[in-house]
């Protein structure tokens, strides 16, 4: 075989290998295109499936009033139930008139399905599970993050399928009623005591935040001793003498036991026992 019919070979050979090659890789595009169609066909279904609701935006903000940047519900008897107005999404308030006035026609699809799930639970039990897990944050001294971690979580879904804790904003608000009728509780109690000693202590955390913790102990009518937290605070600013007395004269007035003060005890730091000894908190005792 001469040079020029090896050529024409090779040649021929180099024509098929490269059509071979362009053939799967069209046949790879095709394939590719055709997925990515048929991922965008049903991602649109979705969507469509989970939008789909026979009440519009506009039947969904009929029934709400906007004050002062928020959306306030025209059903509610409560006067501080607002949100926040937000125009390019009405989910929460779809959610807020299924869950709160049963009008379950105004949820998508989606969200019709967790109302299904969460009314396994019972409205009485689901109150109890909130306050229970209000009681976890305040007594335990737990952060919010810790009731939507994947352990409890699950725990939850298992032990009682359908509950969904509460979310950050409603945990907050229902946080701070719990505080306002233990601090109303508290100074209902103090009215009936005649003596009360306080221990109070100041310390720093691993992230240089200084707290201050005032507990009062008493004897109650049945000649028993008690201790109730008075305060616990984060401490801003310079914890000189003067400060802290200041804030300890506060404190004590507010609960209306500035005459009742029998005696007090601090450790040995320099500016509280400063600030502790000045006339009005009774004998001093510091820690050892």
Known sequence: MNEDDQGNDNDHQNTITSNNVNSEEGQRRQRSDSTASNTTEVTKCEKEIKKTTTMTKEDVLSHFTT??????????????????????SDTNLR??????????????????QNRKKASLISTKLKQQLDKAAIDAISVDGRSFGDLGKEGITKF????????????????????????????????KQMTYISNISLTCDVWKSSTRAYYICITGHFYNEKSQLESYILCFRRFLGSHTAVRLRRFLFNEIQKLGIHEKMTSITTDNSKDICIAASTVGFGNLFSCL
Not at 68 to 85: I, T
Not at 158 to 182: A, C, D, F, H
């Open 67 to 88: 004050i002062d940047g928020n959306m306030k519900c025209k059903l509610c008897k409560n006067a501080h139930n607002v949100f926040k107005a937000n125009y390019s």
């Open 156 to 187: 939850l879904n298992l032990s009682n399928p359908g509950y969904r804790v509460s979310n950050r904003k409603t945990m907050i608000r229902q946080l701070e009623l719990s505080y306002k009728n233990y601090r109303k509780e508290l100074k």
């Open 95 to 112: 959610r807020h008139l299924a869950y709160v006035h049963n009008l379950n026609q105004f949820l998508y699809p989606s969200q019709l």
